[in-house]
């Protein structure tokens, strides 16, 4: 953890294990380490990062001003997968934010990415260390995948015990608005706040996504179609494409969530577990379409759906 803290203290990016998906580290104070995060990821420049603190007295050096609403969501998932956006300190680089007056903040709840904030003495601002569009990594093995040679170093912590990305939670208007659903859910979220957040991300409801969010994100580099429908009929759309896919020498996978250990669809967090290493898969398998199933949108399977939409080359409906 020392010789961790010490790379970040000299410019380096270290890649560490949360609760949810693998992150990018590199000190908020260090402007040229948060530009190479950007260049290493070829992350879009005007997308932010979210600042990890280890422990929520260091909420003042990030925000310029804690709402009581954040404390006392942070009372209530801290640490965990909750990311709350609030105005930026003047202390913390702009870079990180992508120029935003606001920042995203989070604790998480990892014994090593505490560790590593805690040794590095300063938050450490970490997107998911992956390639960006890729599936995010929940093992350091897909860290090595993506950024192997670009980065300092991996602190491998085994798979991520969640396996999908925090909720972000935007604080810094009049009302809450989910920015992206997550690992809270929108429930979870609501009992604390006494009322449903503003839902604001591409996909919510049937809204057609706006045309800034209509790139593929989260995705393997196969095409995957997302079948969506009655259960019955998606199942044997996707299972009639596959074959037919497999028959003119494309090989094709059936993606049917009950595989990866959705076995109850009161679970989805199962699913969540393994559903980025599963992408993965498909590429190391060397297959070329994905034929993935819709699942239930309760709980977790909101966030899951989300993410297949926005990994999705086409939709169709069965
Ligand atoms: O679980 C997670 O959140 C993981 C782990 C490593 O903590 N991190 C993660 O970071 O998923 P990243 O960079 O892949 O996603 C950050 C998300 C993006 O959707 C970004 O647009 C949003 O947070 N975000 C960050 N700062 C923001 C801000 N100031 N205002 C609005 N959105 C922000
Ligand atoms: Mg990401």
Redesign the pocket.
């Known amino acids: 953890m020392r010789k961790a803290a010490a790379l970040i203290h000299a410019g380096g990016l270290v890649a560490f294990p ?7 580290g590199a000190a908020i104070n260090d402007p040229e380490a948060i530009k190479k995060i950007f260049t290493v990821k070829s ?1 879009p420049a005007a ?4 600042v ?1 603190i280890a422990h929520p007295d260091q909420f003042g050096e990030v925000a310029a001003a804690v709402p009581e609403t954040a404390r006392r969501l942070a009372g209530c998932f801290w640490p965990g ?1 909750l ?1 709350l ?1 609030l105005p ?1 300190a003047p202390e913390v680089s702009p870079l ?3 120029g ?1 007056s ?3 903040i ?1 604790m ?1 709840d990892h014994p090593v ?1 505490l560790a590593l904030i805690a040794a590095a003495k300063v938050p450490v601002a ?5 390639l960006s569009g890729r599936p ?1 990594p929940t093992s350091a093995r897909h860290v090595l995948e993506d950024l192997a040679g670009k980065i300092e170093a991996v602190l491998d912590g085994g798979p991520c015990p ?1 396996g ?3 909720t ?1 939670l ?1 604080l ?1 208007g009049a009302r809450p608005v989910i ?2 659903p ?2 809270i859910t929108p429930e979870e979220l609501a009992a604390v706040l006494g009322s449903t957040p503003v839902m604001a991300f591409a996909h919510a409801g049937n809204a057609s996504p706006r045309p800034g969010m209509k790139f593929r994100h989260y995705a393997p580099r196969s095409r995957l179609y997302l079948i969506t429908g009655p259960p019955g009929r998606r199942h044997r759309l996707a299972v009639r494409l596959t074959r037919y896919f497999c028959s003119r020498g494309l090989p094709a996978a059936h993606f049917n969530p009950a595989e990866f250990g959705f076995l109850s669809r009161k679970e989805p967090s199962r699913l969540a577990h393994s559903f980025y290493a599963a992408l993965r898969s498909y590429d190391q398998a060397g297959i070329r379409i994905i034929l993935a199933e819709e699942i239930p949108s309760c709980g977790v399977g909101a966030t899951i759906m989300n993410r297949l939409r926005l990994a999705a080359t086409r939709v169709l409906h069965a």
Do not use: F, K, M, Q
């Open positions: 949360t609760e949810t998906v693998y992150g990018l992350r997308n932010p990062l979210i990890h997968p990311s956006v930026r990180v934010s992508a935003l606001t920042v995203a989070r998480p990415a970490a997107p998911s260390a992956n995010s969640v999908v990305e925090s972000v935007d810094s920015l992206r997550g690992a």
